[in-house]
Nanobody
Framework: QVYLRESGGGSVQSGGSLRLTCVAS????????MGWFRQAQGKEREGVAS??????TGYTYSVEGRFVISTSGTNTVYLQMNELKPEDTAIYYC??????????????????????WGQGTQVTVAS
């Protein structure tokens, strides 16, 4: 079992920055993919950024050039969010999957590709 805990959410003005951190505990060795998702009120959860253990990254179009995902080891993932906009307001969730069969699993923005989820952290961007 793996547990994920997010931190770093909050309220900022449009154009501001926030850095989200997610720490995984439990059995976190092996190959992995990790990601950040968000869910705005009344909308479906969407993939924002993802990274795999080869360092490959992926971003949804609306955040490219503004958000950066990175990792530290196999159990910590960050999301640096710059030039925040009101439409970035949402609950942000960390997600992870770990694999022990030796195969490579590329980064993914699909919720179905992740086994473990955090509780979420609120990000609010005021105009």
């Amino acid at each position: 079992q793996v547990y994920l805990r997010e931190s770093g959410g909050g309220s900022v003005q449009s154009g501001g920055s926030l850095r989200l951190t997610c720490v995984a505990s439990g059995y976190t060795s092996g190959n992995y993919r990790m990601g950040w998702f968000r869910q705005a009120q009344g909308k479906e959860r969407e993939g924002v950024a993802s990274i795999d253990d080869n360092g490959a990254t992926g971003y949804t179009y609306s955040v490219e050039g503004r958000f950066v995902i990175s990792t530290s080891g196999t159990n910590t993932v960050y999301l640096q969010m710059n030039e925040l906009k009101p439409e970035d307001t949402a609950i942000y969730y960390c997600a992870a999957s770990y694999y022990f069969n030796g195969y490579y699993y590329p980064q993914s923005l699909h919720t179905s590709d992740y086994s473990y989820w955090g509780q979420g952290t609120q990000v609010t961007v005021a105009s």
